[in-house]
Nanobody, 125 residues
Framework: QVQLVESGGGSVQTGGSLRLSCTAS????????MGWFRQAPGKKREGVAV???????WYADSVKGRFSISQDNSRNTLYLLMNSLKPEDTAMFYC???????????????????WGQGTQVTVSS
């Protein structure tokens, strides 16, 4: 049984930092596209950052230069380091695992089969 468990969310002020973690059981990260997604109240879920099987990364324009995705395959843990947080980053953040298409990874949520329960990030001004 596959299980993804996020942690590290919380409340910070504008400009603050958080590091989210996602620990997996039942899958091996190095064989999957791994992504962080977020959903703010009243908005659609959006891709934030993706890392592929070779360690290549993709970021949404809104977080480029501020967020960094990484993974520790030895610990089967995915991370999202978030710096310079803004109130518009407030959302529930989810990690997800999927196989992509033809060996390539994308930030489309329908390509991800496994999801964590989410961790809340709140940024106050």
């Amino acid at each position: 049984q596959v299980q993804l468990v996020e942690s590290g969310g919380g409340s910070v002020q504008t400009g603050g930092s958080l590091r989210l973690s996602c620990t997996a059981s039942g899958i091996t990260y190095s064989s999957y596209c791994m992504g962080w997604f977020r959903q703010a109240p009243g908005k659609k879920r959006e891709g934030v950052a993706v890392i592929d099987m070779d360690g290549r990364t993709w970021y949404a324009d809104s977080v480029k230069g501020r967020f960094s995705i990484s993974q520790d395959n030895s610990r089967n843990t995915l991370y999202l380091l978030m710096n310079s947080l803004k109130p518009e980053d407030t959302a529930m953040f989810y990690c997800a695992a999927g196989l992509g298409i033809g060996g390539s990874c994308y930030a489309a949520d329908y390509l991800y089969n496994y999801w964590g329960q989410g961790t809340q990030v709140t940024v106050s001004s």
